[in-house]
C-alpha cells in the first residue's frame, strides 16, 4: 500500500539525454543517446561517424605502400601494431619471409606500444572515475616510451616505421640502452598503479561488479582484447595465432573470469607486465642482418584474398584484402576491434545506474577513430 | 578440423553449397541467399563446427553482384572458414540478419547497409552507421561518384 503511494507521488518517466559528443568520458567524438528513467539506463544507442574519413574507399585508390600510412589514423595509439598489421597481410600475399631482425624489433616495439597505449589508459580510466593525478603519473611514463620513438622513426605517435618488407631504417645506437633503461624504471613504477588506485576502496566500489559481460556474450559479441579477457574468454592473438616473433618468446595470456570493469582494468595491468616480460627476452638477443627485403617500387599483390590478424591493444585487429591482381586493393577491410567492444557496452550498461556507465566505458578503452575509420 | 575436413563435413549439412577454390588461406563456401541464415545456424549449433565467432563480416561489390562475406572462426576448435553469399539485385539487395546467432553482426549489418545498401530482414535497428541519415548512395559500391568529395587519380 504505501509502496504504491510512493510510486505514484513519484511517478517517473523516460527521457533522453545525450552524452557526448563533447564529453570528457567518451574519449573523443562519440556520442551516446541514452534513454533513462531517473538514473537507470533504459537504453543506449551510439551515434558514430563523426570522424568517420572513409579510410576503406581511400585504400582501393591508394597502393599498398600508402594504405601502411592511413592506418596510424585508425587507432592512433596502436599506430605501429596498425601499420604491422597491413604489412603482414602483403607479406603473406606476396609470401615473403621477412628477416629474424625485423620480427624481433617488430615485436618489442609492439609491446612498447601496448605499455604506452595501457598508461594512458590507467591515467584516463583514473580521471573518469575522479582520480586526477593518475593522469600525471600514466604520462611521466608513457612520455620516456614516446621519446625512445621519436629517436626511432621520428614520430611520437603516428609511426609509420614499418612498410612492406620490412621496416622504414634501423633502430638507433641508443635504442638497446634506452629500451632497458625504461624497463628498470617502469618496473619500480609499475607497482604505484595498485597501491594508488587498483587498492583504493572507492575505485574498487566504484568498479567491482559493475558492467558485467558474460563469458558466453563475450563470444557473441565477438569482443576482444582485455575486455574479451576480463571475462575469462581466451581471445589472444599472439597466443592462438602467432605472427612476427611472439612465437619465440614466453608469456602468459592474462585471464579474469569475474566479467566486471575491475578485472578489465586487472587484465591490462597485468599485461604491462607480461609485455615487459616479452621484451626483455628479446632485447638483448636482437639478431644481426637486413632491415628489409627488397619489394617492387609498384607492389602488385596475386589475386586472390587474404587475411591477418594481429592483437592491438584494444583487441583483435584483422586486415582483409581482395585483390585483382592489379597495384590497388579492389576491396580492404579492417576489422576493428572497438566496434565490436562497443556493440557489447549496451549488454553491460542498460540496467545500471549513469554513473556506472562512465566506469564502464572507461574499461572498454574506446579509441573513436578506431571504431569510425 | 583442416580445411579438406572441414569440406566433407561441411558438405554434409547441406548438399547445394559451391566450394569456391579462391586464393585463400581459409575454406571458402558460397551459399545461396534462401539457406543462408539456416547454414550459419548450424555452423554454429554443430558440436564439431562449433563456429561461434563471427570475427569479421564485410560488404563486398563485386561489379554486377553485391556480396557480404563472413569470417568465422571456433573458440573451442579455433579452426577458421569463410561464408560467402551474394545477389544480383543492385536495386534491392536482402540478406537474412544473422543477429540472432552472432551479436557481434548487429553492428556490421548497419555498417554494410551504410556502404553498400545491403538491407538484412529481421535486423532490430537497420539504419545507417556513420554516414548521416539524409545521405544519398552508398560509397563503397564501385559505381558511387561523388565529385565532391572524391579525389581519383
Not at chain 1, 574468454?233 to 616473433?245: G, W
Not at chain 2, 563503397?140 to 561523388?146: F, G, N, Q
Given at each position: 500500500?504505501?509502496?504504491?503511494?510512493?510510486?505514484?507521488?513519484?511517478?517517473?518517466e523516460?527521457?533522453?539525454?545525450?552524452?557526448?559528443p563533447?564529453?570528457?568520458?567518451?574519449h573523443?567524438?562519440l556520442?551516446?543517446?541514452?534513454?533513462?528513467?531517473?538514473?537507470?539506463?533504459?537504453?543506449?544507442?551510439?551515434?558514430?561517424?563523426?570522424?568517420?574519413?572513409s579510410?576503406?574507399?581511400?585504400?582501393?585508390?591508394d597502393?599498398?605502400?600508402?594504405?601502411?600510412?592511413?592506418?596510424?589514423?585508425?587507432?592512433y595509439?596502436?599506430?605501429?601494431?596498425?601499420?604491422?598489421?597491413?604489412?603482414?597481410?602483403?607479406?603473406?600475399?606476396?609470401?615473403i619471409?621477412v628477416?629474424?631482425?625485423?620480427?624481433v624489433?617488430?615485436?618489442?616495439?609492439?609491446?612498447?606500444?601496448r605499455i604506452?597505449s595501457h598508461?594512458l589508459?590507467?591515467?584516463?580510466m583514473?580521471?573518469?572515475v575522479?582520480a586526477?593525478?593518475?593522469?600525471?603519473?600514466?604520462?611521466?611514463?608513457?612520455?620516456m616510451i614516446?621519446?625512445?620513438?621519436?629517436?626511432t622513426?621520428?614520430?611520437r605517435?603516428?609511426?609509420?616505421?614499418?612498410?612492406p618488407?620490412?621496416?622504414?631504417?634501423?633502430?638507433?645506437?641508443?635504442f638497446?640502452?634506452r629500451?632497458?633503461?625504461?624497463?628498470?624504471?617502469?618496473?619500480?613504477n609499475?607497482p604505484e598503479y595498485?597501491?594508488?588506485?587498483?587498492?583504493?576502496?572507492?575505485?574498487q566500489?566504484r568498479t567491482?561488479?559493475?558492467?558485467f559481460?558474460?563469458?558466453?556474450?563475450?563470444i557473441?559479441?565477438?569482443v576482444?582484447g582485455?575486455v574479451?579477457?576480463?571475462?575469462?574468454?581466451?581471445?589472444?592473438v599472439?597466443?592462438?595465432h602467432?605472427?612476427?616473433a611472439y612465437?619465440?618468446?614466453?608469456?602468459?595470456?592474462i585471464?579474469?573470469?569475474?566479467?566486471?570493469?575491475?578485472?578489465?582494468?586487472?587484465?591490462?595491468i597485468?599485461?604491462?607486465?607480461?609485455?615487459?616480460?616479452?621484451?626483455?627476452?628479446?632485447?638483448?638477443?636482437i639478431?644481426?642482418?637486413d632491415?628489409?627485403?627488397?619489394?617492387?617500387?609498384?607492389?602488385?599483390?596475386p589475386?586472390?584474398e587474404?587475411?591477418?590478424?594481429v592483437?592491438?591493444?584494444r583487441?583483435?585487429l584483422?586486415?582483409?584484402?581482395?585483390?585483382?591482381?592489379?597495384?590497388?586493393?579492389?576491396?580492404?577491410?579492417f576489422?576493428s576491434?572497438g566496434?565490436s567492444n562497443l556493440?557489447?557496452l549496451?549488454?553491460?550498461?542498460?540496467?545500471?545506474?549513469?554513473?556506472?556507465?562512465?566506469a564502464?566505458?572507461?574499461?572498454?578503452?574506446?579509441?573513436?577513430?578506431?571504431?569510425?575509420? | 578440423?583442416n580445411?579438406?575436413?572441414?569440406k566433407?563435413?561441411?558438405?554434409?549439412?547441406?548438399?547445394?553449397?559451391e566450394f569456391?577454390e579462391?586464393a585463400?588461406?581459409?575454406l571458402?563456401v558460397?551459399?545461396s541467399k534462401?539457406?543462408?541464415?539456416s547454414?550459419?545456424?548450424?555452423?554454429?549449433?554443430?558440436?564439431n563446427l562449433?563456429?561461434d565467432?563471427?570475427?569479421?563480416?564485410t560488404?563486398?561489390?563485386?561489379?554486377?553482384?553485391?556480396?557480404?562475406?563472413y569470417?568465422?572462426?571456433?573458440v573451442?576448435h579455433r579452426?577458421?572458414?569463410?561464408?560467402?553469399?551474394?545477389?544480383?539485385?543492385?536495386?534491392?539487395?536482402?540478406?537474412?540478419?544473422v543477429?540472432?546467432?552472432?551479436?557481434?553482426?548487429?553492428?556490421?549489418?548497419m555498417?554494410i547497409?551504410?556502404?553498400?545498401?545491403?538491407?538484412?530482414?529481421?535486423?532490430p535497428?537497420?539504419k545507417r552507421?556513420?554516414?548521416?541519415p539524409?545521405w544519398n548512395?552508398f560509397?563503397?559500391?564501385k559505381?558511387?561518384?561523388?565529385e565532391?568529395?572524391?579525389?581519383?587519380k
Amino acid at each position: 500500500m504505501k509502496d504504491q503511494l510512493i510510486k505514484d507521488r513519484f511517478k517517473t518517466e523516460e527521457y533522453f539525454v545525450n552524452m557526448g559528443p563533447q564529453h570528457p568520458a567518451t574519449h573523443g567524438v562519440l556520442r551516446l543517446i541514452l534513454t533513462i528513467d531517473g538514473e537507470i539506463i533504459k537504453n543506449i544507442e551510439p551515434d558514430l561517424g563523426y570522424i568517420h574519413r572513409s579510410i576503406e574507399k581511400m585504400c582501393e585508390r591508394d597502393s599498398y605502400q600508402q594504405i601502411v600510412h592511413l592506418t596510424d589514423r585508425m587507432d592512433y595509439l596502436s599506430s605501429h601494431i596498425n601499420n604491422e598489421a597491413v604489412c603482414l597481410t602483403v607479406e603473406k600475399a606476396l609470401e615473403i619471409e621477412v628477416p629474424e631482425r625485423v620480427k624481433v624489433i617488430r615485436t618489442i616495439i609492439a609491446e612498447l606500444t601496448r605499455i604506452a597505449s595501457h598508461t594512458l589508459w590507467w591515467g584516463v580510466m583514473g580521471m573518469d572515475v575522479g582520480a586526477l593525478t593518475t593522469y600525471f603519473l600514466a604520462f611521466r611514463d608513457r612520455e620516456m616510451i614516446n621519446d625512445i620513438f621519436e629517436e626511432t622513426c621520428g614520430a611520437r605517435l603516428t609511426m609509420n616505421y614499418n612498410i612492406p618488407g620490412g621496416l622504414m631504417f634501423d633502430i638507433h645506437p641508443n635504442f638497446v640502452k634506452r629500451v632497458k633503461e625504461f624497463i628498470v624504471l617502469f618496473r619500480k613504477n609499475l607497482p604505484e598503479y595498485d597501491s594508488l588506485l587498483t587498492n583504493n576502496v572507492i575505485f574498487q566500489k566504484r568498479t567491482k561488479g559493475v558492467g558485467f559481460l558474460s563469458y558466453e556474450d563475450a563470444i557473441s559479441y565477438g569482443v576482444s582484447g582485455p575486455v574479451a579477457r576480463g571475462s575469462g574468454y581466451s581471445s589472444d592473438v599472439r597466443k592462438i595465432h602467432p605472427y612476427s616473433a611472439y612465437d619465440k618468446v614466453n608469456f602468459e595470456e592474462i585471464l579474469f573470469t569475474e566479467g566486471d570493469t575491475l578485472s578489465r582494468y586487472k587484465v591490462r595491468i597485468a599485461e604491462m607486465w607480461e609485455s615487459m616480460k616479452i621484451i626483455e627476452q628479446l632485447i638483448d638477443h636482437i639478431p644481426e642482418g637486413d632491415i628489409k627485403v627488397a619489394t617492387n617500387a609498384v607492389i602488385k599483390l596475386p589475386k586472390g584474398e587474404f587475411y591477418q590478424k594481429v592483437e592491438t591493444a584494444r583487441g583483435e585487429l584483422g586486415v582483409y584484402i581482395n585483390s585483382t591482381g592489379t597495384k590497388n586493393p579492389y576491396r580492404v577491410k579492417f576489422r576493428s576491434p572497438g566496434l565490436s567492444n562497443l556493440n557489447a557496452l549496451k549488454q553491460m550498461a542498460v540496467g545500471a545506474k549513469i554513473g556506472d556507465l562512465v566506469a564502464t566505458m572507461a574499461s572498454l578503452d574506446i579509441v573513436v577513430p578506431d571504431i569510425d575509420r | 578440423m583442416n580445411n579438406e575436413e572441414l569440406k566433407n563435413t561441411i558438405a554434409t549439412i547441406n548438399s547445394n553449397l559451391e566450394f569456391t577454390e579462391e586464393a585463400s588461406e581459409f575454406l571458402n563456401v558460397l551459399v545461396s541467399k534462401e539457406d543462408l541464415h539456416s547454414l550459419c545456424a548450424q555452423l554454429k549449433a554443430d558440436e564439431n563446427l562449433a563456429f561461434d565467432y563471427l570475427f569479421c563480416m564485410t560488404g563486398i561489390d563485386y561489379g554486377k553482384e553485391l556480396g557480404v562475406i563472413y569470417h568465422l572462426e571456433s573458440v573451442k576448435h579455433r579452426h577458421q572458414m569463410v561464408v560467402k553469399v551474394k545477389t544480383n539485385d543492385r536495386e534491392n539487395p536482402v540478406f537474412d540478419s544473422v543477429t540472432d546467432i552472432w551479436k557481434t553482426a548487429e553492428f556490421n549489418e548497419m555498417e554494410i547497409f551504410d556502404f553498400f545498401g545491403v538491407k538484412f530482414t529481421n535486423h532490430p535497428n537497420l539504419k545507417r552507421l556513420f554516414l548521416t541519415p539524409e545521405w544519398n548512395g552508398f560509397p563503397l559500391r564501385k559505381d558511387y561518384v561523388d565529385e565532391e568529395n572524391m579525389v581519383i587519380k
